[in-house]
């Protein structure tokens, strides 16, 4: 796996954040799942065993985007894009798409 240590950081908060169910998952995300014949658990491998984690930049909203590439259960590379928020609760992450 290929990342450094603030991408580290940011992956061991979106495996907690889907250990305890806070997370969001966009309509858009969900269509291009659909497109791709992806199923949650693609999204889940990824996360679990990633090739890279990349730093993505801010979004319009200026939460931290990451970039997470690996392997569908088909052997396809995907990669998805989430980003990092905070609500009154904490800590969650939103996903934002994937190809």
Known sequence: MNVDAKARRALLTIRACLGTGRYRVLAHFMRRMDQRG?????????????????????DRHDRPKWTIAGTAADGEPIELICVLDIDEHGRVTVFITIY
């Open 38 to 58: 992806l199923v949650w658990p693609d999204v889940l491998a990824v996360v679990d065993d990633p090739r890279s984690v990349r730093d993505a930049g801010r």
